[in-house]
């Protein structure tokens, strides 16, 4: 009879560590998800910030020829092209900030953590 029990009990502690298993097989599998979904927010962003970077360096080149080609010499040159530089910049900082709201892209679809 102790021979059956102790092999019962075997069976127990075995499917009780199997149990145990299991659960930890699913949570690195739910962790592993997260982390490539993650990967590929990440990577959508830095896309995204290389197209937005690619686009304002068209436009600073576009406001850099346009200036030169108005400009009577240097030192009006350098002022106009300041001058769009910098409203250039300050409608970059109202675009982000709005972004940086509940209405911008990146909050309408944050990753799952």
Same mark, same amino acid.
């Given at each position: 009879?102790?021979? #059956?029990?102790?092999?019962? &009990?075997?069976?127990?502690? $075995?499917? &009780?560590?199997?149990?145990? +298993?299991?659960?930890?097989?699913?949570?690195?599998?739910? &962790?592993?998800?997260?982390?490539?979904?993650?990967?590929?927010?990440?990577? $959508? +962003?830095?896309?995204?910030?290389?197209?937005?970077?690619?686009?304002? $360096?068209?436009?600073?080149?576009?406001?850099?020829?346009?200036? +030169?080609?108005?400009?009577?010499?240097? &030192?009006?040159?350098?002022?106009?092209?300041?001058?769009? +530089? #910098?409203?250039?910049?300050?409608?970059?900082?109202?675009?982000?900030? #709005?972004?940086?709201?509940?209405?911008?892209?990146?909050?309408?679809?944050?990753?799952?953590?």
């Amino acid at each position: 009879m102790a021979v #059956s029990f102790d092999i019962v &009990t075997i069976a127990v502690e $075995l499917h &009780t560590a199997f149990q145990r +298993l299991a659960f930890q097989a699913n949570e690195q599998t739910r &962790t592993i998800a997260s982390l490539f979904e993650q990967d590929q927010w990440m990577r $959508l +962003l830095n896309g995204e910030l290389g197209h937005r970077i690619k686009n304002l $360096l068209t436009i600073v080149g576009a406001f850099a020829a346009q200036t +030169l080609h108005q400009a009577c010499n240097l &030192t009006s040159a350098n002022n106009a092209l300041a001058v769009r +530089l #910098s409203a250039l910049g300050k409608a970059t900082d109202f675009l982000t900030a #709005s972004e940086c709201g509940c209405d911008g892209p990146a909050a309408r679809h944050p990753p799952a953590m």
